[in-house]
T-cell receptor, first 113, second 111 residues
Framework: GAGVSQSPSNKVTEKGKDVELRCDPISGHTALYWYRQSLGQGLEFLIYFQGNSAPDKSGLPSDRFSAERTGGSVSTLTIQRTQQEDSAVYLC???????????FGDGTRLSIL | QKEVEQDPGPLSVPEGAIVSLNCTYSNSAFQYFMWYRQYSRKGPELLMYTYSSGNKEDGRFTAQVDKSSKYISLFIRDSQPSDSATYLCAMSEVGTYKYIFGTGTRLKVLA
């Protein structure tokens, strides 16, 4: 497809489990971003990739959160030992360059029981 | 005080009305201004992308930036029920990738 693709679209898991969220950016986009959107809150920046490197991880809430990007394309956001406060929609975006507009996927809706 | 302020609404208007959505901001270094539309259970969709001050028009949508007042607006003409969504403003500085988002305004266009 032409847009940013995220999977799964929904994930329900028990507290304490690990989860992996996947993002497939627009073909050719070198920059990739992860955001978190909670009810009534704005989008919260998590991490930025340029190619396979993550020069800015400042938004990751804790060391339970990690992300990687391979081949300058697909990215995975991993949350270890999930907590109920991790429940949110996790959005991925990509752009063709730093000052180019960011295009979003439809997100993964994560629910921690 | 948040860097970007946006009235959460909801804003209800009749079909065919002109809608005005607004954001204020405090960081004078912002130079890029974006408007996104987000339908329920979908990701934000880019509507408008502007640099610095002035107006930009695309179909029924007009974006305005007033940097002296630190105020941006999105106007929707001839609003349709399909325009019912949450509208997010976002801003960034030159040379940076980090967008600062408003919390979104929920719009309802009544048929």
């Amino acid at each position: 497809g032409a847009g940013v693709s995220q999977s799964p679209s929904n994930k329900v898991t028990e507290k304490g489990k690990d989860v992996e969220l996947r993002c497939d950016p627009i073909s050719g986009h070198t920059a990739l971003y992860w955001y978190r959107q909670s009810l009534g809150q704005g989008l919260e920046f998590l991490i930025y990739f340029q190619g396979n490197s993550a020069p800015d991880k400042s938004g990751l809430p804790s060391d339970r959160f990690s992300a990687e990007r391979t081949g300058g394309s697909v990215s995975t956001l991993t949350i270890q030992r999930t907590q109920q406060e991790d429940s949110a929609v996790y959005l991925c975006a990509s752009s063709s360059g730093v000052e180019q507009p960011q295009h979003f996927g439809d997100g993964t809706r994560l629910s921690i029981l | 005080q948040k860097e970007v302020e946006q009235d959460p609404g909801p804003l209800s208007v009749p079909e065919g009305a002109i809608v005005s959505l607004n954001c204020t901001y405090s960081n004078s270094a912002f130079q890029y201004f974006m408007w996104y539309r987000q339908y329920s259970r979908k990701g934000p969709e880019l509507l408008m992308y502007t640099y610095s001050s002035g107006n930009k028009e695309d179909g029924r949508f007009t974006a305005q930036v007033d940097k002296s007042s630190k105020y941006i607006s999105l106007f929707i003409r001839d609003s349709q029920p399909s325009d019912s969504a949450t509208y997010l403003c976002a801003m960034s500085e030159v040379g940076t990738y980090k967008y600062i988002f408003g919390t979104g305004t929920r719009l309802k266009v009544l048929a």
